[in-house]
Nanobody, 121 residues
């Protein structure tokens, strides 16, 4: 079973919007920072946005002003990526990443399975 479960990808026309979600499947774990990354065909995986446990955010220049990362204030173990004004160059597989604290001093980095976002021109 995947620790991080992503949803919300799909096909959208340029200028449209999509919202990605990523939830940790084990509620007993706590999450520090979350990140969204993406990988287009033939390209390296790149950072899209991050959000710290305190809510501080960081964005790549290519998505700044169009994408918004947020996290569930109650559960703290869910992160969202609201993507507006989508462009064909945003087409990629989007991956969720999390800093997982499993208790007992055990912490590790975990990746979701990826969700495809395709933006048509």
């Amino acid at each position: 079973q995947e620790l991080l479960v992503e949803s919300g990808g799909g096909l959208v026309q340029a200028g449209g919007s999509l919202r990605l979600s990523c939830a940790a499947s084990k509620s007993t774990f706590s999450i520090g920072a979350f990140g969204w990354y993406r990988q287009a065909p033939g390209k390296q995986r790149e950072l899209v946005a991050t959000i710290s446990s305190g809510g501080s955010t960081n964005y790549s220049d290519s998505v700044k002003g169009r994408f918004t990362i947020s996290r569930d204030n109650a559960a703290k173990n869910t992160v969202y990526l609201q993507m507006n004004s989508l462009k064909p160059e945003d087409t990629a597989v989007y991956y969720c990443n999390a800093e997982v604290h499993a208790g007992g001093g055990l912490s590790f980095n975990s990746w979701g399975q990826g969700t495809q976002v395709t933006v048509s021109s």
